[in-house]
C-alpha cells in the first residue's frame, strides 16, 4: 500500500469517526473540518442539502489563488446535496476523484443520520409538550379523587395557590402542624411544575443526626472526615434539575442554615471537604410546624433565612378548622386502607361520621388515618366501627408548648439555678443527668447563652 493510500485510510477513518459523532447539521461541519485540516490546508468547508451536485468531482483554481473541489454527496440512497472545500495554495494532486467520491458517501451518510436525528429530536419534543399538557389536564380533571378540598381554605390552596406557584420555580414555604399534608401540597407543586419528570426527594431535617447534615444535604469529598471512603452526593446533587422537600426546616442547625441560604441566592453548593462550588439546579420546597417568628427573634433562626424562604408562603389550616373535609376524607382513607387491606370498603355510618366530628384531632389528618386503620382492623363486617382505643372528647384548649420550647425552658431554668455553670459539681449538666458536651451542643442547636455571653 503507497503512503498516500495509507493517509487516504486514515483520512476516512477519521472522518467517518467524527460525523458518527455528530447529532446536528450545526456540529457536523465543525468536526468534519477539524478532521480535513489534519490532513490539507483546509480554508473552509460548505455542505449544501439538495443543491444541484455535479457528475463528477471537479478540481480547481479559485480566484484568490487557493484550490476549490467541488463534489457530490451522495450514498446508496442517491444524492443528498453537494459540498465545496477550499484549500490554500495547490493541493490538487491529493485531492483524487476516488477520494473525494468516499469523502462525499460519508458526509452523505452523516447528514441522513443529523436530519433522522433531528426529526426524532422534534416528535419527542412534541410528545414531551403533548404529555405535559395531558398531565396537567388529568390533575386538574383528577383533583377531587386525588387530593380532598371540600372545604373553601383547601380548595384556595390545591385549585388556585398550587396550580400558580408550581409553573414557577419561587421557593415555597409551607406551614401547618404536624399531620395537615404539608408534604401533599409539596409533591402537588412539583407534579404540576415543569420539573415533574425529574427527582422529587423529601428529607426530615430534624431526623439528621446533627454531625452528618452538611454531608447529607451537600455531600462530601473522600477523606472529607473519619469513615468518609468515598465522595458521596448529597440530597441537593441527587435532587438537581427536580424538587427538593426540606420538611421541619427550622430544626437545621446555624451552620447549615449559611449554607442553605447561598444555595437558594446562588444556586451553588460545596460539599464538605469540597475545594469550589458545585452548580445546581434545585426547586426547593421548605416545611414546618414551627413558629420561625420567635426562632428568629431568639437567635434559633437565621433572619436573612427566613426571609428568604417566605418568598411564597402557602399556610395550611389544621384539621379541626376545616370539618367540611373530615367526612370525604374519612371516605378516601377508607378506600385506600381497604385496598391494602384486599377487601371491600366498609360503609360509614352517620354516627361515626359524628363522632369524629365531635374529636378535635390534635395529630390532624395522620391521627385521622391511624383512626381508621386500626378501625378497620378490629371491623370485620360491612360497616365501619370505631375502634375502642378512640375516643371523642377533645383536647384541653389552649397551646400545647412544643418540645423544642419545652427542651429550651428546662435548659434555661438550669442554668439560672446553677448560676451559669455548667460542668462539674451543682452544674446546669449534672442537673439534667447530660454530658457536658451534650449539653453544649443543645445550647448551640437552641441558640441558649448563659449569662456573662459565653455560649454553654
Known amino acids: 500500500m503507497t ?3 495509507d493517509r487516504a485510510l486514515h483520512l476516512l477513518a477519521d472522518l467517518g469517526e467524527a460525523a458518527a459523532r455528530a447529532h446536528t447539521e450545526a456540529t457536523l461541519v465543525p468536526a ?12 473552509r468547508l460548505e455542505l449544501r442539502r439538495g443543491a444541484g451536485a455535479p457528475g463528477a468531482p471537479e478540481v480547481r483554481r479559485g480566484t484568490g489563488g487557493e484550490t476549490v473541489a467541488a463534489f457530490a454527496l451522495r450514498d446508496a440512497e442517491g444524492a443528498v446535496g453537494c459540498a465545496t472545500m477550499a484549500l490554500a495554495g495547490s493541493a490538487a494532486l491529493d485531492l483524487t476523484p476516488a477520494l473525494l467520491e468516499a469523502v462525499g458517501r460519508l458526509l452523505a451518510v452523516a447528514l441522513r443520520q443529523v436530519q433522522v436525528l433531528g426529526r426524532v429530536a422534534a416528535i419527542a419534543r412534541r410528545a414531551q409538550g403533548e404529555k405535559r399538557v395531558l398531565r396537567e389536564e388529568l390533575d386538574r380533571v383528577a383533583l377531587p379523587r386525588k387530593v380532598v378540598a371540600a372545604g373553601p381554605a383547601m380548595r384556595a390552596i390545591f385549585q388556585e395557590m398550587v396550580p400558580l406557584v408550581a409553573r414557577q420555580d419561587t421557593t415555597v414555604l409551607v406551614r401547618g402542624e404536624t399531620g395537615t399534608g404539608k408534604e401533599v401540597i409539596a409533591r402537588r407543586i412539583h407534579a404540576l411544575s415543569r420539573r415533574a419528570e425529574r427527582p422529587f426527594l423529601a428529607v426530615n431535617c430534624g431526623a439528621l443526626p446533627e454531625g ?21 452526593l448529597g440530597l441537593f446533587e441527587r435532587a438537581s434539575g427536580g424538587t427538593l422537600l426540606l420538611d421541619e426546616v427550622g430544626e437545621l442547625p446555624r451552620a447549615a442554615q449559611a449554607k442553605l441560604l447561598r444555595v437558594l441566592q446562588e444556586g451553588e453548593i460545596e460539599r464538605v ?10 426547586r426547593v420546597i421548605a416545611a414546618t410546624h414551627r413558629p420561625l417568628e420567635a426562632m428568629v427573634a431568639s437567635g434559633a433562626f437565621r433572619d436573612d433565612l427566613y426571609y428568604r424562604l417566605q418568598v411564597f408562603p402557602i399556610v395550611v389550616p389544621p384539621l379541626r378548622e376545616r370539618p367540611e373535609d373530615l367526612e370525604p376524607l374519612t371516605r378516601v382513607i377508607v378506600e385506600k386502607v381497604a385496598a391494602s387491606f384486599g377487601r ?42 370505631l375502634s375502642a382505643p378512640f375516643t371523642a372528647a377533645p383536647r384541653a384548649k389552649g397551646r400545647v408548648m412544643t418540645y423544642r420550647e419545652a427542651t429550651q425552658r428546662c435548659i434555661e431554668e438550669a442554668l439560672r439555678a446553677s448560676g451559669g455553670k455548667v460542668y462539674g459539681e451543682g452544674g446546669a449538666a449534672a442537673a439534667l443527668g447530660l454530658k457536658p458536651t451534650t449539653l453544649q451542643s443543645k445550647m448551640r442547636k437552641l441558640g441558649i447563652r448563659r449569662e456573662g455571653g459565653e455560649e454553654g
Do not use: K, Q
Open 3 to 5: 503512503a498516500s493510500a
Open 32 to 43: 468534519a473540518s477539524a478532521v480535513l485540516a489534519r490532513y490539507f490546508p483546509l480554508l
Open 212 to 232: 452528618l447534615v452538611e454531608s447529607a444535604l451537600f455531600g462530601h469529598e473522600r477523606g472529607a472526615f473519619t469513615g468518609a471512603a468515598g465522595r458521596h
Open 273 to 282: 471537604g469540597g475545594e469550589g462550588p458545585v452548580r445546581v439546579s434545585v
Open 344 to 385: 371491600s370498603p366498609p360503609r360509614v355510618s352517620a354516627e361515626v361520621v359524628a363522632r369524629l366530628r365531635a374529636h378535635d384531632w390534635p395529630g390532624n389528618v395522620r391521627e385521622l388515618e391511624n383512626v381508621i386503620e386500626r378501625s378497620m382492623v378490629m371491623s370485620t363486617g360491612d360497616e365501619l366501627v
